[in-house]
């Protein structure tokens, strides 16, 4: 298995490519990088299925997938949430759904269970992208993210806390937290996001029972406050 998961590697001519141009230290345009994945897809610009089908956690049957043609690259990119005139909904949602809270950081629920028993979002109380992060709120977030990984696995139907932090859709730093449930093997790895949107809801008060142990359990190990959510309704 790659360390990106299994069946991902193989890519032999796009790899070589890459490999020559970074040997001589010219890093690939946007332009260039478009064409050099188009070299592995079809005249509609369709990448095949082969490898991702072939991951035993991949979520859907190969029957009737096909991958959608690559779009070209947007340049300049448009805004995210927090950037340009775009309003940040971070900063602007208040305490909702707030589950812990210390002076700097807060840990939320969504206002709506998903199908994994537990998803948690991290985020700073200013207004920081994670590139962006002062050094001591940094390594309190590095700390955080332990603490929280900790509580989440400490739920006994619980196996594994995943960890994502994509920030493509909004510029305010937001870490989630996936709970992976225990022998669920099928839901290992990156596909958990998937499954998350695929499976049936948990029931609310099972999922808010979860949020309210781990909340608990963070504000013993780290500190800060549990907090009683709050909704917007
Ligand atoms: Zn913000």
Redesign the pocket.
């Known amino acids: 298995m790659s360390r990106f998961g299994p069946g991902i590697c193989g890519r032999g001519r796009a790899t070589s490519l890459v490999a020559r141009r970074y040997d001589n230290g010219v890093p690939l345009s946007p332009e260039e990088f478009y064409r050099n994945a188009l070299r592995d897809a079809d005249v509609d610009r369709r990448m095949s299925l082969s490898r991702m089908t072939g991951w035993e956690i991949f979520p859907f049957e190969p029957e009737g997938l096909r991958v959608v043609p690559l779009a070209a690259p947007v340049l300049p990119e448009p805004a995210r949430?927090?950037e340009g005139s775009l309003s940040?909904?971070?900063?602007?949602a208040g305490d909702s759904g707030v589950i812990w809270s210390n002076d700097r950081w807060r840990l939320t629920v969504f206002d709506q269970p998903s199908g994994a028993p537990l998803v948690v979002m991290l985020?700073p109380h200013?207004?920081?992208d994670l590139v962006d992060l002062p050094d001591d709120l940094a390594s309190e977030l590095g700390m955080l993210i332990v603490h929280v990984a900790r509580a989440i696995e400490s739920l006994s139907h619980v196996a594994r806390a995943h960890v994502s932090r994509w920030g493509d859709g909004?510029?305010?730093l937001h870490v989630f937290f996936f709970a992976r449930p225990e022998g669920f093997i099928q839901l290992r790895g990156t596909c958990l996001a998937i499954w998350d949107d695929l499976l049936a809801a948990v029931p609310r008060n099972v999922r808010d029972g979860d949020a309210r142990e781990v909340a608990v359990t963070l504000a013993k190990s780290f500190g800060g406050r549990f907090e009683a959510p709050t909704r917007d309704e």
């Open positions: 949430y927090g940040c909904r971070n900063c602007s985020t200013d207004h920081y909004g510029a305010h």
